[in-house]
């Protein structure tokens, strides 16, 4: 019973360290994002204001006034997550009751 009481409370002081710790400390398991999410707002409102807008465009934007290089799919994938789609990106309508009701009428 010693042997487990003497490790709980190890275990218990790592777990205490761990926690301690700052978050640039901690080791990092996977890609810091290139972007953040006012560049992330920032696309969906050059987005928004105008569809037809290519990704090329909008990166060369982003180097302009964040000093940030992304490729052109970084963008896309960003504008894709939103829930945007296509070449001009726009949302999938809502199939709802009143889009239903419209097909059935023609």
């Known amino acids: 019973m010693k042997k487990i ?3 709980l409370i190890n275990w218990r002081l790592q777990c205490n360290i761990l926690l301690l710790q700052t978050f640039e400390d901690r080791d990092r ?3 810091p994002p290139e972007l953040n999410h006012l560049h992330q707002r920032n696309i969906m409102g050059k987005v928004q204001d105008n569809p037809r807008i290519s990704a090329p465009q909008i990166a060369d934007d982003l180097k302009a006034d964040y000093k940030i290089e992304m490729t052109p799919q970084t963008v896309r994938n ?5 829930g945007y789609n296509g070449r ?4 999938k309508p809502c199939n ?3 889009a239903s009701s419209l097909q059935r009428s023609i």
């Open 29 to 31: 398991f996977q890609r």
């Open 96 to 98: 709802g009751e009143s």
């Open 5 to 7: 009481g003497k490790w």
């Open 78 to 82: 960003t504008i894709t997550k939103a």
């Open 88 to 91: 001009a990106a726009s949302k």
